[in-house]
């Protein structure tokens, strides 16, 4: 019975810090990113997957906040190449 009532008090705080966040979050800056063109490229050292999954497919994007301009790259999990060519194709047929 212990273990209850103490997995319930946790459970109480966990959710009370979480409203508090989410009502903070709240007042942060919201942006629109724009997309570019996605392209399919090899695999980076650092992401785990299966040998055939040599690909993934990296989407540029960009936005702006009051006077910065920010930008990078996304890149999907590893994929096979049909894989990435998939995710191309139904990038740019928009449904994503």
């Not at 979050?25 to 055939?52: C, F, N, Q, Y």
């Not at 994007?61 to 996304?74: A, K, M, P, R, W």
Request: aromatic share 12%; hydrophobic share 40%; net charge positive.
């Amino acid at each position: 019975m212990g273990f209850f009532v103490f997995d319930a008090i946790s459970r109480l705080l966990r959710g009370r810090r979480r409203r508090e966040r989410m009502q903070k979050a709240a007042a942060w800056p919201v942006v629109t990113a724009k997309l570019l063109a996605s392209k399919l490229v090899m695999k980076d050292d650092l992401a785990e997957g299966l040998a055939v999954q040599d690909s993934q497919v990296e989407v540029p994007y960009y936005f702006s906040i009051e006077d910065g301009f920010f930008g990078g790259f996304v890149r999907s999990v590893p994929c096979s190449d049909s894989e990435g060519r998939r995710i191309q194709g139904s990038w740019r047929r928009g449904c994503w």
